[in-house]
């Protein structure tokens, strides 16, 4: 399953060739046509890398790293991209191009290329390690202001909450049962990104995961999450139980409605929301709890969801009264087709 944007293919290398052209112009070096396809060949490995396209075991260990150590081997990795696409780009632009007199002349890797390489991998590392800490979504919406001023908007939200946390604690203690939920919500991340979501917060053992309407009802992607996420748990099993004598399990309730989103904090920032749809997500909830639910969601959310893909099918659970809500709400669990009731 992915949902990665098929225009992708053409950024990675564009923008490969932009740093490329930058070079070229900053040091004067040959043509700038050279220059640009250089880069092209160059960054598109290493965007394709980011975007887990090349080596994503590699890449996921590496972000599991302490950030002295991510920083260190991200930029280690990104050198060896760079070498290797050198090489590629010297041996295109010498065969295809003649822009040198030698294809070994033109592999070799100048002082200043190299001092360029270095300081971009740098940077590129550093951005994508704060990126990484603040969360992706999080991260390009405060660098561009988007809710600098509030805004209302209708999200779709996601309550993910691991269930039996508190018991696996009581046995192992709380420094076992805080890196079980780490690597709980480490495995939670590829799915989120997959479905274009966002995950804003961790609240204990709880994971809150959005997404804008358009993006979150496309294909039903935020529903593919949740069970992206359940079969890369059940891929995992074995690994799971050698290291922490069980296989994570969890409860997930989504609704969407509209919402005040802003961005609050001053020394600290975050964007936060405002509105009924959040408190009625997190009464759901508890009300999967109550229902021996596997994954609820609202009627709301699957109406604008529209029909479900054929893997998955929707058992009408009626209406029930939430907390803090005047009129009773329709819900309904959802699991895969072909598994028994939920």
């Not at 890369?232 to 409605?257: I, K, M, S, T, Y």
């Not at 975050?270 to 609202?298: C, M, P, Q």
Request: charge should be positive; glycine fraction near 10%; proline fraction near 4%.
């Amino acid at each position: 399953m992915g949902f990665r944007p098929p225009w992708f293919v053409l950024v990675a290398p564009a923008l490969g060739a932009l740093a490329g052209l930058l070079y070229g112009s900053l040091f004067d070096v040959g043509p700038l046509t050279g220059a640009a396809i250089r880069g092209a060949i160059i960054g598109t490995p290493i965007m394709l890398y980011e975007r887990r396209l090349l080596v994503p075991a590699l890449r996921e260990r590496i972000r599991g790293l302490a950030s002295p150590l991510f920083l260190l081997a991200t930029v280690a990795l990104y050198i060896a991209l760079i070498v290797a696409g050198n090489a590629l780009a010297s041996t295109v632009l010498n065969r295809l191009f003649r822009f040198m007199y030698s294809e070994r002349n033109a592999m070799l890797m100048t002082d200043t290329g190299l001092v360029y390489a270095l300081a971009i991998s740098a940077v590129m590392a550093f951005v994508f390690r704060v990126r990484d800490l603040i969360g992706p979504g999080v991260f390009a919406n405060l660098l561009i202001g988007r809710y600098h001023r509030p805004i209302r908007e209708e999200r779709i939200f996601l309550f993910l909450d691991v269930t039996g946390s508190t018991r696996f604690a009581d046995r192992r203690g709380d420094e076992a049962a805080q890196a079980y939920l780490g690597q709980i919500f480490n495995a939670l991340a590829l799915p989120v990104s997959r479905a274009r979501g966002s995950i804003d917060d961790y609240i204990g053992d709880l994971a809150l995961v959005t997404w804008t309407m358009e993006r979150g009802t496309r294909n039903a992607a935020c529903l593919r999450c949740v069970f992206d996420f359940e079969a890369r748990l059940a891929a995992d099993a074995e690994a799971w139980r050698n290291r922490f004598g069980q296989v994570p399990e969890f409860r997930a309730a989504l609704h969407c409605g509209p919402v005040v989103t802003a961005e609050i904090g001053l020394e600290r920032h975050k964007i936060a929301y405002f509105g009924d749809a959040v408190n009625t997500t997190a009464r759901l909830e508890a009300l999967s709890k109550t229902l021996g639910v596997h994954v609820l969601a609202s009627a709301d959310l699957l109406d604008r969801i529209g029909p479900l893909p054929g893997n998955l099918v929707a058992e009408d659970l009626g209406t029930h009264a939430l907390r803090g809500r005047e009129a009773p709400l329709a819900v309904a669990a959802i699991r895969r087709r072909g598994v028994g009731t939920v």
